[in-house]
């Protein structure tokens, strides 16, 4: 079992930046990526992944912004995420995937407003 551990949210003004964190614990956990999806009302989106080795994908609306990084263990991964606007208001979950199942951290809410 795969236990994630979110931290980092907040309320920050417009072009502020902000810094999430999710720390993966457990036996076994053989990490194949990770990645941070959000939430606005309506459906989860991804925002951003890393595999274990190290390849990146982002959400067009976040490229530029939003860079995401893990540890040199691979079990912990941060989003840096500045020029932050109104519209990446939402709740930030933590995703984990590895061999065996997938796993969602309890979400941490950023919002964006002045």
């Known amino acids: 079992q795969v236990q994630l551990v979110e931290s980092g949210g907040g309320l920050v003004q417009p072009g502020g930046s902000l810094r999430l964190s999710c720390a993966a614990s457990g036996s076994g956990l053989s990490i194949r990526a990770m990645g941070w999806y959000r939430q606005a009302p309506g459906k989860r989106d991804l925002v951003a992944t890393i595999?274990?080795?190290?390849?990146?994908n982002y959400a067009d609306s976040v490229k530029g912004r939003f860079t995401i990084s893990r540890d040199s263990a691979g079990n912990t991964v941060h989003l840096q995420m500045n020029s932050l606007k109104p519209e990446d208001t939402a709740v930030y979950y933590c995703?984990?995937?590895?061999?065996?199942?997938?796993?969602w951290g309890q979400g941490t809410q950023v919002t964006v407003s002045s």
């Open positions: 595999t274990r080795d190290g390849a990146t």
């Open positions: 995703n984990v995937v590895n061999y065996y199942s997938t796993y």
